[in-house]
């Protein structure tokens, strides 16, 4: 690397006598300084003031960012937790956290500005060409490389002591076994669970969340009710998780008699109130942003629309089956029952459903 | 004249125009309209609210909802509304509607609240509907509890109205609206007539206390800080995710334009 560097006429002499001397072999795959470019000086190059005013401006963005880790240090003890401040777009909030952040991001921002700005304005900016390096080592290195790894696997004797060799090998063959064993951990395979839920004949309707038996004449036409089996507490208390209260999750919607167009059967509603699952046939969010007046329930998650007055049929969205319906009734004291469970699964489809 | 032909040649003279035109016609409209509306209608104190209400309906109401209230093409039956409803759209500033559309919604109400009271008292004559709450009704929501009322907010409310009370979209250019601005009175009085698409919750199925404990939970959402700084909305991922791609990710290319441009 003697004369390649003359392009550059701002090259220091005296840092290139300072390099320590490289051997012939490592100096071919350093970059070497392009030819045929025409190479642009930049001020700082040229005009000696002007580099002594860029290495002021890096001196002091670093020296900047010293000072916002102080401040950080000293409104993390000085500024009252409590404090609030009202900040323009931001609303009122804590002055603390305000300036932890500012502070913070400010001393690392600038001494990354401070490490552009210096990179940019006063290390060299040589054009360079990088070749790549030859992927095939030399035939002596690899002549060299095969010689070491047969004399390892003479010294080690590998090949003449088979029982070592058969034991290892039999050790590396069981060692996956317990990754195997572990995967047992994702069953048991569910076995009615997903076809079944907690609804079943004569249990009472009862509103989410208060627990409350509920009367058909108390519900007006447009009403909406979230509601679970009366058993519900029970049956999550005695199986310690929340899935039953997932699955049997239902919604009680009262539309005139004469706005329902069809139904999963006969009679399933009672005076037109009606019972759905609340749970979404495509991946099973609860659902329950009912518009009353176009008897369309709305999925949050991906939009799936039903239409609650023509068997739950999914009318626009992802989904591809219908909301299941509960069949209700009322019991001899006038309170809403279920006539029986879910006739088919509710939720999100899986991959032994069927049809 | 040549300073003026100068700056419509400037790059942003267009846009300050546009502003300009806009400005002038929005404010036209508004005195146009403020004009042409009954503000409030003048009626003698002896008369009782009934009759009150009759003539407001006459002059405000009929036009869309027909003479008595029996509805038109272009508003709704009032005869089984009551109350309630009619308190909630006409003091939260829904009706008189401005104009027709998918949603009806909020603004500056155009009846004082005298008047507004008077009308539900006449539209109440038409049938039964519910009754405006009472008084000790819609203050039990200051004894009532905040986290009780979270879980029924977050079982019957949230899933239109969002976890923070922000609002959401609906179906077809509707939406459930912010409930910042909503008293707890209009809110009681919506859960119980369930306005526009809204379906109605009845006080058997979700009782006074619950609608005391969820009226609660909404004054607390609405007077808690955002310790964090910016609320972007309180809608969620889509306004956070939509500030990193565009503020976090533009100042990353800025940084990298400025890494990698040319130096003079």
Known sequence: ?355 | MSALYKFRRRRGASVLVLFFALAVVSLGYSGVNNLITPASARIGSEETLVTKGSALFAEGCSSCHGLNGQGTSDGPNLSAVGAAAVHFQVSSGRMPMAAPGAQVMRKKPSYNEEETIALAAYVATFGPGPAIPSEEQINEWQNASVSEGGELFRTNCAQCHNFAGSGGALTNGKYAPSLNLATPQQIYEAMLTGPQSMPIFSDKTLTPESKAAIIRYIQELNKSENPGGMDLGRVGPVTEGLFLWVIGIGVLIIFSIWIGARVR
């Open chain 1, 1 to 355: 690397m003697t004369n390649n560097f003359d392009i550059n006429n701002t090259f220091d002499p005296d840092q290139e006598k300072s390099t320590t001397p490289i051997s012939k072999e490592i100096e071919t795959s350093l970059p070497k300084p392009a030819t045929g470019i025409d190479h642009y000086l930049r001020r700082t190059d040229t005009d000696p003031k002007a580099a002594k005013r860029a290495e002021r401006q890096v001196a002091t963005l670093f020296g900047l960012s010293s000072c916002f880790t102080l401040v950080f240090v000293i409104s993390f003890v000085a500024i009252p937790r409590e404090k609030k401040v009202s900040v323009f777009a931001i609303g009122v909030t804590s002055l603390q956290n305000i300036v932890l952040g500012v502070s913070f991001g400010l001393a690392i921002l600038l001494i990354g500005i401070g490490a552009i700005h210096w990179a940019k304005k006063l290390m060299s900016d040589v054009e360079v060409v990088q070749e790549r390096k030859p992927i095939q080592p030399k035939a002596e290195v690899q002549a060299e490389a095969l010689e070491a790894f047969r004399v390892g696997a003479e010294e080690s004797g590998f090949g003449s002591r088979k029982l070592i060799r058969r034991s290892l090998l039999g050790a590396l063959a069981m060692f996956p076994l317990p990754f195997l064993i572990m995967l047992r951990d994702l069953g048991p395979a569910p076995k009615g669970e997903l076809r079944t839920t907690a609804w079943q004949e004569d249990l009472h309707i009862v509103t989410d969340i208060t627990y409350q038996k509920i009367r058909p004449e108390d519900i007006p036409v447009g009403n909406l009710i979230s509601a679970m089996p009366e058993n519900i507490l029970e049956i999550l208390e005695e199986q310690q998780n929340l899935n039953e209260r997932g699955k049997s999750a239902i919604l009680l919607v009262r539309m005139r008699p004469e706005d329902i167009k069809s139904q999963q059967g006969p009679d399933w509603d009672y005076q037109g109130i009606v019972a759905y699952s609340k749970i979404c046939t495509h991946v099973g969010c609860p659902i329950a942003l009912y518009e009353q007046r176009t008897h369309h329930l709305l999925c949050p998650c991906h939009q799936s629309t039903f239409d609650l007055a023509d068997s739950g049929q999914p009318i626009f969205g992802p989904a591809a089956r219908r909301l299941p319906q509960l069949a209700i009734t009322v019991d001899d004291e006038g309170y809403l029952i279920a006539r029986q469970g879910f006739q088919e699964p509710v939720g999100p489809s899986f991959w032994e459903r069927g049809a």
